[in-house]
């Protein structure tokens, strides 16, 4: 005999999307994506279809000044900084 799990069932792990607005209603977060399906579903007016896929080859970072190799490799000396007591207000 096999015992019956009554364990409540977990429902399908669905995310939400930031800032993802809904392509019919036009409501800003309310689309959730099921991880397992890819469907992505409109909780306030029941809109859903399949997430498109992304086929594309991942581009290339952009050359910036900070990704350049050669900006990785210089070394800026540090300056030398000194505190200044303030110099006591004179009374005229």
Same mark, same amino acid.
């Given at each position: 005999? $096999? =015992?019956? !799990?009554?364990?409540? @069932?977990?429902?399908? =792990?669905?995310? *939400?999307?930031?800032?993802?607005?809904?392509?019919?209603?036009?409501?800003?977060?309310?689309?959730?994506?099921?991880?397992?399906? !890819?469907?992505?579903?409109?909780?306030?007016?029941? *809109?859903?279809?399949?997430? =498109? @896929? !992304?086929?594309? %080859?991942?581009?290339?970072? =952009? $050359?910036?000044?900070?990704?350049?190799? %050669?900006?990785?490799? $210089?070394?800026?000396?540090? !300056? $030398?900084?000194?505190?200044?007591?303030?110099?006591? @207000?004179?009374?005229?």
């Amino acid at each position: 005999m $096999v =015992p019956e !799990d009554n364990s409540p @069932k977990s429902p399908p =792990p669905r995310r *939400f999307i930031a800032g993802a607005v809904c392509p019919r209603c036009s409501a800003m977060d309310t689309i959730v994506v099921d991880r397992e399906t !890819d469907l992505r579903e409109c909780v306030a007016c029941g *809109f859903s279809d399949p997430r =498109p @896929k !992304d086929n594309r %080859a991942p581009a290339a970072e =952009p $050359v910036t000044r900070v990704s350049r190799p %050669a900006a990785r490799r $210089v070394e800026t000396a540090a !300056d $030398v900084v000194r505190i200044l007591e303030p110099s006591p @207000k004179r009374e005229d």
